[in-house]
């Protein structure tokens, strides 16, 4: 075990424990194979004890003015701020990514924290004109209730802060399981909370195996509300297990981005760009641009830049400062990305660099380019979540949005072009929830993200996304 890593437990009502279940789970560090931890699982009980507490804690909360729970997670963000190079350390350990990656998601923590806590005081409602001098009609917002939550493992802190602070700010409370792969950071996220004095059963933090998790947790009537990000059957399995008691869903479920780039771009400058957003977390991004079409014209040049910046990505244990990307989360990414690579080949796809598993200790697979991959191969048919990047060529503007808008998923997107009047065709035509022109800046903590479709629906971040933790409440005053 690593000596240094987080104490791993459970946050309930306001008690940090190891649960009462026997069972239990082990966290591997990815670059090592090597045993970090042991997580400890929730029994029914204690989730139950969760519910309760995110019920007491709503009541409390809800109540308190904004401008209080504005300092609370002020002093959170401050906390976390002191402490971010050690919880970085402990992101990098459980999800392999390059420590100034994860110093980098601990900033941006802190910064969706600031934002949405400064957001929470702007819940404006409105008042409607009445049809009487003796009436005022008032649309006021109002905490939707107490909020599951459940985070995927590829950023072990944004995923979790974007459910908890966007719920703390508008008043509710939270049960969060994040994932059990990637439990310390998150664990360390609540500390800062529980440290800067939110009051007990406000934030609840839990593990367990993921079905019985959720199942329990959304058969309850205490959670008004649920927010997930993490694949598509897992989203619509829990879209359903919270029909029966009619909760809010917030679905942030994965895409398959294109990155367009036509003849007129800046296509070196859009190569480069590519390669940093694609092999960023080991393409383990929601966001991650993976689909590459190149209009044909500049298809060599793209190639040619491409290529050269991924050259310069060393691979390694992410506490290396000199590793610029790390091994993927879990070994069965790497069978999905031999998997994935295999069928292109067999499609005719030429593999320019990469293709392969990197050394016998750790999940490496080398960074990867794809070229001339026809749009039958599964991995332009289907999210990939991993460092290869699949180029197509293609002739002309009509032709690239049907290709691009072919699949069922709409989250992110990306267009390269020095023409204003074609960005603004092609970002109309996209069916995508983002699109980024000439730029990947697409998630920002005041910008909405989210996407459409089989992407889910909802917003996390911006405006839209505190929205989304507040009802709708009507007062027709007569005097
Ligand atoms: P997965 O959907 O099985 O797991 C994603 C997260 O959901 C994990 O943290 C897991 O613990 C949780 N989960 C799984 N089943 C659950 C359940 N019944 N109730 C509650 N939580 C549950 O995906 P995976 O195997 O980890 O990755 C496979 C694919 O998922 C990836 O290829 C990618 O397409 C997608 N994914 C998307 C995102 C995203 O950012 N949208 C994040 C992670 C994974």
């Not at 019985?212 to 008004?224: D, T, Y």
Request: with cysteine.
């Amino acid at each position: 075990m690593t000596t240094s890593y987080e104490k791993l437990a459970m946050l309930i009502d306001g008690e940090w424990t190891a649960g009462s279940c026997s069972r239990s789970t082990p966290v591997i560090n990815p670059a090592t194979e090597e045993t970090l931890g042991e997580l400890p699982f929730a029994a029914t009980a204690d989730l139950d004890r969760a519910l309760d507490a995110s019920q007491r804690g709503f009541a409390i909360w809800k109540r308190a003015p904004a401008i209080e729970r504005q300092a609370i997670m002020e002093k959170a963000a401050r906390l976390l701020e002191e402490r971010r190079d050690a919880i970085a350390r402990n992101c990098t350990l459980e999800i392999g990514k390059p420590i100034k990656e994860s110093r980098a998601e601990l900033d941006s923590v802190v910064g969706i924290i600031r934002w949405y806590a400064e957001e929470g005081k702007r819940a404006y409602g409105r008042v409607i004109p009445s049809r009487s001098d003796a009436v005022r009609n008032m649309a006021l917002k109002e905490p939707i209730g107490p909020v599951v939550a459940f985070a995927a493992w590829n950023f072990p802190g944004v995923n979790v802060i974007r459910k908890v602070a966007g719920a703390l700010a508008a008043g509710c409370s939270i049960v969060v399981k994040p994932s059990e792969e990637t439990p310390a950071t998150a664990i360390a996220i609540a500390r800062c909370f529980q440290d800067a004095g939110l009051p007990d059963g406000v934030l609840n933090v839990v593990f367990g195996e993921p079905a019985e998790v959720s199942r329990h947790l959304l058969a309850s009537r205490i959670p008004k509300k649920v927010t997930f990000t993490g694949s598509v059957p897992v989203g619509i399995h829990l879209q359903k297990l919270a029909a029966d008691t009619l909760k809010r869903c917030t679905l942030e479920l994965g895409g398959h981005a294109p990155f367009i780039v036509f003849d007129d771009a800046d296509v070196e400058a859009a190569a480069r760009l590519g390669a940093q957003f694609k092999f960023r977390n080991a393409g383990q991004v929601c966001t991650t641009p993976s689909r590459f079409f190149v209009q044909s014209g500049v298809h060599d040049r793209f190639l040619d830049a491409l290529r050269q910046s991924v050259s310069e990505i060393v691979v390694g244990d992410g506490l290396d400062p000199a590793t610029t990307m790390g091994p993927l989360a879990a070994r069965r990414r790497l069978d999905e990305m031999e998997r994935i690579v295999h069928d292109a080949s067999d499609y005719g796809a030429s593999v320019v660099t990469g293709g392969m598993r990197l050394g016998k200790r750790g999940w490496f697979y080398a960074p990867t380019i794809l070229d001339d991959v026809p749009d039958g191969a599964l991995i332009m048919r289907e999210e990939q979540f991993g460092p290869v990047a699949p180029i197509a060529r293609f002739d002309d503007l009509d032709e690239v949005i049907e290709r691009a808008n072919s699949v069922d998923v709409g989250l992110a997107s990306y267009v390269f072009t020095g023409s204003g009047k074609r960005a603004n065709v092609v970002s109309n035509a996209l069916n995508a929830g983002m699109v980024g022109v000439n730029g990947t800046m697409i998630s920002l903590p005041e910008t909405p993200f989210g996407g459409v479709e089989q992407s889910g629906y909802g917003s996390e971040g911006g405006v839209e996304g505190l929205n989304d933790f507040l009802r709708t409440k009507l007062v027709a005053e007569t005097h």
